[in-house]
């Protein structure tokens, strides 16, 4: 083709044709920028092709952790909360007696509001999907906001209520360990009456008041961060 075109202009200037070889020249340069552009679009589709591609692959990773983070929150809330939500009201309305504090059986009663459940949101596929931020399509940029809005806000707001729920069990159970008796408890296995004395107490049962409000904050950003969790899985499910 170079070769052809190589040929008229010669000959072009061979017969002194001045001003059809200008017009020759002209559209020469033009056909060049046209495929240059051509070139440039091509290459700018490839690109935009394979940030798409690149970007719902991380969607799809995404798509995993929010499930998995709906499963533990279900765990969460099916089993621990519900469990330590129940014993804790039985404790506030004074439902338990000495004899259940004794009873070998019941020896989770003894160290009742000691337990913190720790969970997290995870977000390594989304800090992924951050680092590849200046590639991510035009149309994916509501999504991806949306998801920012997850994984930051809301998930700052639960590491807060975890914060200040670990902080209340770290001082209950300095609360504890300075009581003879409990020392007593952990080594030789043994409850005493002052043990059962302080467990029937309303000094323990607001400690216990303070325990359950903390695992119904927990409860109730979990609640939020699931219902969350759910819609975005949905919405990746259209792209992915």
């Given amino acids: 083709m170079i070769k052809f075109f190589r040929k008229i202009r010669q000959r072009l200037l061979t017969e002194n044709r001045l001003s059809k070889y200008l017009i020759y020249a002209i559209g020469e340069i033009v056909l060049v920028m046209i495929g240059i552009l051509l070139a440039l679009q091509?290459?700018?589709?490839?690109?935009?092709?394979?940030?798409?591609?690149?970007?719902?692959?991380?969607?799809?990773?995404?798509?995993?952790?929010?499930?998995?983070?709906?499963?533990?929150?279900?765990?969460?809330?099916?089993?621990?909360?519900?469990?330590?939500?129940?014993?804790?009201?039985?404790?506030?309305?004074?439902?338990?007696?000495?004899s259940d504090y004794l009873n070998s059986k019941n020896k989770h009663l003894l160290h009742f509001g000691l337990s913190v459940y720790n969970l997290y949101i995870t977000d390594q596929s989304f800090q992924v999907l951050n680092e590849n931020k200046s590639t991510i399509p035009e149309d994916y940029k509501a999504v991806?906001?949306?998801?920012?809005f997850l994984y930051n806000e809301y998930n700052q707001f639960m590491k807060g209520v975890i914060n200040d729920y670990t902080k209340f069990d770290e001082n209950f159970t300095e609360l504890l360990n300075i009581k003879p008796w409990y020392n007593t408890i952990i080594i030789n296995d043994t409850v005493t009456k002052d043990a059962v004395n302080f467990y029937l107490s309303d000094a323990y049962k607001s400690n216990i008041y303070l325990y359950r409000d903390h695992l119904k904050k927990l409860n109730g950003i979990t609640n939020l961060i699931k219902l969350k969790a759910i819609q975005h899985y949905l919405v990746l499910n259209h792209i992915t």
Avoid: C, M, P
């Avoid at 991806?144 to 920012?148: A, I, P, S």
């Fill in 144 to 148: 991806v906001k949306d998801l920012n």
């Fill in 42 to 98: 091509v290459n700018n589709w490839n690109e935009e092709r394979q940030n798409h591609a690149r970007v719902t692959s991380i969607f799809k990773d995404i798509q995993e952790d929010l499930l998995n983070d709906i499963k533990e929150i279900n765990r969460f809330q099916d089993s621990f909360y519900k469990n330590e939500d129940s014993i804790a009201n039985r404790i506030i309305k004074g439902g338990l007696t000495a």
